[in-house]
């Protein structure tokens, strides 16, 4: 299998909402995920299926951001417009814990890997954490200028970074909640950050077309990745953390060597911006998402594209792969999600797209 040249082909269209989607996740196993959508609501589905298993509807606002507590998974929260989290049961869909405290809309949110923490982050400047199992408040993360776009918690759980459009990110004490260090040098707004999974370092993605490199002990800047011609909408590490990828308005994604600095790869053909980027967990491929109503596959190591994946009518903000690989779901404007599987996975009984059509939705 690995010898070969993987191939997705579309298995499953879901009209998954009355209204537009927002953003869309797998659990760990990969055999479910969630998205969410101004509809209000945040639906569970099987990825074998396309089935709709459950639907959670007690948000007063747009559900734009959602989790499972990988890699446990027996957990989703959401976040809402309505200025609350929930907390649910992933199986049953019981709601947990309603999380109360921010004064504007929730735009980002992590568990913990333990399962135990949750965080959220807020237009009101500031971002929370949260007792997963009572649903209190333990420390409000205040010192921010403006809102919060992004939330990562390191792989021990004992720190958390926060992204601001304040041009800074900041790294907090879980255990305390007292701020680290506070990581500036952009020229203007975040629009992502995140640890590699060593918590040594870190990487933040900035309008300022610049994505950068900070080490986490002393809080200082190690490098400036720089290429790009417009703002940089996301950044990510690979597994191993020795290369990063970012995505740009500028339609092209480029990936570099995180110790030496240099950009090994350029990845160019997409024909409008790039707002998400990730690669699988193998590391030798990339997959992005572009308004060009596109998402795209490209080889690590070569930058060339290895596959288009095509058929969505808007623009695509959302691109994962599950955690062994072999399957991708991507989420459109055009108010459906796909799920994409290596053509190896395809059933053989499977005779065509299944297309899943809202029915009597409320």
Not at 88 to 93: E, F, I, L, P
Not at 120 to 133: F, L
Not at 159 to 171: G, L
Request: net charge negative; aromatic share 8%; hydrophobic share 35%.
């Amino acid at each position: 299998m690995q010898n070969r040249e993987q191939k997705f082909k579309l298995f499953t269209v879901l009209r998954a909402h009355l209204l537009p989607l927002t953003n869309c996740a797998f659990n760990k196993a990969g055999d479910k995920f969630i998205t969410g959508s101004y509809d209000r609501t945040c639906k569970v589905w099987d990825t074998e299926t396309g089935s709709e298993l459950l639907s959670l509807e007690e948000h007063k606002n747009v559900v734009y951001t959602m989790a499972f507590n990988n890699p446990f998974g027996n957990l989703i929260m959401t976040g809402s417009f309505d200025k609350t989290a929930k907390i649910w049961n992933s199986h049953t869909g019981e709601m947990m814990n309603t999380l109360k405290g921010h004064r504007q809309e929730i735009v980002c949110l992590a568990f913990d890997p333990h399962g135990v923490l949750a965080a959220t982050g807020s237009m009101d400047h500031t971002a929370k954490i949260w007792d997963v199992e009572k649903g209190t408040c333990l420390f409000s993360l205040d010192g921010h200028k403006a809102e919060i776009v992004s939330l990562h918690f390191n792989t021990e759980g004992d720190q958390i970074m926060t992204s601001s459009f304040d041009n800074t990110a900041k790294i907090w004490d879980v255990i305390t909640g007292q701020c680290i260090h506070t990581l500036e040098g952009h020229q203007g707004e975040l629009s992502c950050g995140q640890f590699d999974f060593t918590g040594e370092y870190c990487l933040t993605g900035s309008i300022d077309k610049t994505c950068k490199l900070w080490d986490v002990g002393s809080g200082t800047c190690i490098e400036t990745f720089r290429g790009h011609n417009d703002e940089v909408l996301d950044a990510t590490f690979n597994n191993t953390g020795n290369k990063l990828a970012t995505a740009s308005a500028d339609g092209m994604a480029r990936v570099y060597n995180v110790f030496t600095g240099a950009c090994t790869a350029l990845l160019e053909g997409h024909q409008s911006e790039i707002s998400k980027i990730q690669f699988n967990p193998q590391g030798n491929k990339i997959i992005t998402a572009s308004s060009d109503k596109t998402c795209r596959l490209w080889n690590t190591d070569t930058g060339q594209l290895v596959q288009t994946l095509d058929g969505h009518e808007d623009d695509i903000f959302s691109a994962a792969f599950n955690y062994s690989g072999d399957t991708i779901i991507t989420g459109s404007k055009d108010n459906t999600c796909r799920i994409w599987r290596d053509e190896d996975r395809m059933p053989p009984q499977s005779k065509g797209v299944r297309d899943t059509t809202l029915e009597g939705s409320t």
